[in-house]
């Protein structure tokens, strides 16, 4: 898809506040200033801009209801946009009360609305959902999914799912769960990692699936090989024969790998032995989940298990799509929104966010126009060319300096994508 003269989409975080304290929430550690976007604001974006847009995605970071100008933010939309545009709606649920729901839903005022429940045990969605009334979620879930089934069909009804190690084996049967409510779809998302806990809760791993199956012999050697190996090349530099072949075994492999396009992270192969074991039991939640998706003929989008360097993109350059800061920054995408640590390639990294504009002063389309955005855009269209991926390289995981902060890569790219879990697909936007 080529780049265009506007934004086809606009996702607006309507306010970065929320009711719950989540376990893999980025509030837990960020420092951004909890904030409602301003509601003139709101009503010149629209003014100026809703009737130039295929879709409208009302989310961010924090909870849409919170915000108390939300109803009238819908009403605005409907009155702006085009009859054949969208507005979908992520929420966790919990203000979507009955009396609310009749509001929007009744005579729907979005064309799609997802919950966030990543199970439907009560007990265990309280620990993941810190501050929330998982009864309440799951009663005015369905709720809502009453009035989709008696409207026909009127507006799209969704469920969003944040899997980790501890609740990927619920999957199926909250597929069937969803499936008996009449849910439309399902977005299933890997959780992202901001802290190396959470990445220890994750159930992916971060080296492309074609050098890690050939590299998978090397997992039984353990650490011994890399120490076995460089003594060996160093003894082979003085003419000393320490051999057992382990030198041979890694290049040999190393060669392979190259031979198709990929290199292999060898320290980071060895730390993830007990990733990839699980990723097999994931890889067999997903079909088993997907099976039952297919025949109750619902939309089941599930992440991939392991990334592929040679099959990236950035989905909000590939869908045209602007972000909206709940101040009124215009930024790159989701995760470059905001400042916040995050874990990848056993490292921590440092993410600045990523602005190219403040719409409080610039018209959107100026915004959207700028050399900087539109050379942003324009190197990730292309993606797997322009962007390293440094799952696959062991500097990465020795702690390069490219990989400190997001500033630069190591191919000179202002802003680095290269360890995006969106690019792969591991972690999933709705747009």
């Known amino acids: 898809m080529q780049d265009s003269e506007f934004p086809e989409a606009l996702q607006i975080e309507v306010t970065n506040r929320c009711n719950f304290n989540c376990l893999m929430c980025i509030r837990r550690v960020w420092s951004a200033k909890p904030l409602d976007l301003d509601f003139n604001l709101y009503r010149k974006i629209a003014e100026s801009s809703f009737s130039r847009i295929d879709r409208l995605i009302l989310y961010g970071f924090g909870e849409p209801f919170v915000n ?138 971060m080296l492309s699936k074609p050098p890690l199956e050939i590299a998978l012999p090397l997992l039984e050697r353990g650490s011994d090989i ?19 072949g382990s030198a041979e075994i890694v290049m040999n492999l190393w060669n392979k790998a190259e031979e198709t396009g990929y290199w292999i992270n060898l320290p980071l192969l060895l730390r993830s ?47 045209n799509t602007m972000v909206i800061r709940s101040d009124g920054m215009a930024a790159a995408c989701l995760e470059f929104m905001y400042a916040h640590p ?33 050379n942003f855009r324009e190197i990730r269209r292309n993606f797997s060319e322009n962007i390293p991926w440094c799952g696959d390289c062991p500097f990465s995981t020795l702690k390069c300096f490219f990989t400190e902060t997001n500033l630069l890569d190591c ?17 999933q936007c709705n747009l």
Request: glycine share 4%.
């Open 226 to 244: 890399i120490r076995e190996a460089t003594l060996e090349a160093l003894g082979k530099a003085y003419g000393v024969n320490l051999g057992r």
């Open 68 to 205: 108390p100008n939300f109803l009238e933010m819908l009403k605005i939309a409907k009155k702006y946009l085009r009859r054949e545009a969208t507005i979908s709606v992520s929420t966790n649920g919990s203000l979507l009360s009955p009396r609310v729901a009749d509001k929007i839903l009744k005579r729907p005022m979005v064309d799609s609305i997802s919950f966030s429940i990543d199970t439907f045990n009560v007990e265990k969605l309280s620990r993941i959902r810190v501050g929330s009334k998982p009864s309440a979620i799951i009663e005015n879930f369905r709720y809502a999914a009453e009035i989709r089934k008696k409207s026909g069909g009127n507006f799209k009804l969704g469920a969003e799912v944040v899997i980790t190690k501890d609740n990927f084996g619920e999957l199926p049967q909250l597929v069937r769960n969803f499936a008996e409510k009449c849910v439309d779809y399902i977005l299933v998302s890997h959780i992202v990692p901001y802290t190396d806990e959470l990445f220890r809760d994750s159930a992916y791993v």
């Open 342 to 374: 995050y874990f990848a390639n056993a490292h921590m990294k440092k993410i600045y966010d990523v602005l190219f504009g403040d719409l409080r002063k610039e018209k959107l389309e100026d915004v959207w126009g700028k050399e900087k955005y539109v």
């Open 411 to 427: 191919r000179a790219n202002a802003y680095g994508c290269s360890e995006c879990l969106y690019s792969v697909n591991l972690a």
């Open 273 to 319: 032995k007990n990733k990839v074991e699980m990723t097999k039991q994931v890889e067999k939640t997903f079909r088993e989940s997907a099976k039952i998706a297919y025949e109750h003929q619902l939309n089941l989008r599930l992440p991939n298990l392991y990334p592929d360097a040679k099959d990236r993109a950035c989905p909000y350059v590939d869908k």
